[in-house]
């Protein structure tokens, strides 16, 4: 098994349950807030092109588009 097959098997083992853990509601509203306040002062004046890529359930990368800017 090469490196790459090991880190592969380990996310795709990994992924459903952190999502269901990153989207519990209870949660959510707190998660949003916390990646507001570091995307907003972080991001120039929208709209912006924001790549997301590879950050698991896309919720991080809702609260950009959630500030104006397109996802790409």
Known sequence: MTAQD???D???GRAPGYAEYQ?????????TTAWSEVWSPALRAAPLDVLDAGTGSGQVA???AGL???GI
């Open 6 to 8: 090991s880190i592969n």
């Open 10 to 12: 380990y996310w795709t």
């Open 23 to 31: 989207l519990r509601p209870e949660r959510l509203a707190d998660d």
């Open 62 to 64: 809702s609260v950009p």
């Open 68 to 70: 104006g800017h397109r």
